[in-house]
């Protein structure tokens, strides 16, 4: 479940659940094959754009997604209008303003647990923590309703770089990131073998990715031309 505060209310339950069905769900990450995509067409009729982590201000996403601590995110995300997605125990967390993060604008917060169902997408599911935003991310789009997700600059690897933005990485850094790398690769195979008992579609946008090992691939530009004229 995805939750918001409410002065004067407490939590409420967001109305996101469900809101995606019948939809296309582009799920934008800060890998460095992001740079030679046309992010300023993603977001348009037909589709959802899911951005998560590092991916702003490239990207404006129609929802953002970020399961670190609030303070380590730009100060000007928070002061966007699009919903942004935290994790639920975060929600105490300073702002850069000194508010609470519950108090932000349009902050909502992931209820998550490493023992939930990965394919629970029931209006009370809880999100599968997998300690990594991506998992999450693509968790949030199936309970959204979405059978048709679309990943864009997921490249899992650092041959190109570290991010399309950001600093690069240590050393130590970059080992933690590869490791995530391939638990991430075995976790998406996985998921690729059942997709399509359960109607889903997965698609790589990145043309560098790992993923297209295993995953169909698609250029951005392609899916995004089939999405705007309902081609989906």
């Known amino acids: 479940m995805i939750w918001r505060w409410k002065d004067g209310t407490g939590w409420v339950e967001t109305d996101l659940f469900g809101s995606a069905v019948g939809m296309p769900v582009i799920i934008a990450c800060n890998g460095p094959s992001l740079r030679e995509m046309p992010v300023e067409k993603f977001c348009g009729p037909g589709r959802l754009v899911l951005g998560v982590n590092g991916v702003y201000p490239r990207l404006r996403p129609d929802i953002w997604l970020g399961m670190d601590k609030p303070a380590g995110f730009p100060r000007a995300l928070f002061r966007e209008p699009f919903p942004k997605l935290l994790r639920g125990n975060h929600h105490a967390e300073p702002l850069h303003d000194g508010c609470m993060a519950r108090d932000g604008r349009r902050t909502c917060f992931v209820d998550v647990d490493p023992k939930a169902d990965f394919y629970g997408t029931a209006e009370k599911s809880v999100m599968r923590w997998m300690n990594n935003s991506f998992s999450i991310a693509l968790h949030v789009a199936m309970w959204m309703g979405s059978r048709e997700i679309y990943f864009a600059g997921v490249d899992l690897h650092h041959t190109a770089g570290d991010y399309a933005d950001g ?54 530009a392609s899916a995004l031309t089939r999405m705007a004229c309902g081609m989906h």
Do not use: K, M
């Open 167 to 220: 600093p690069p990485l240590t050393d130590a850094a970059r080992a933690i990131n590869a490791q995530l790398h391939t638990e991430l690769l075995t976790f998406l195979r996985a998921v690729a073998t059942r997709a399509p008992r359960i109607g889903l579609t997965l698609t790589s946008c990145s043309p560098r990715s790992l993923l297209n090992d295993f995953l169909p691939f698609e250029p951005i």
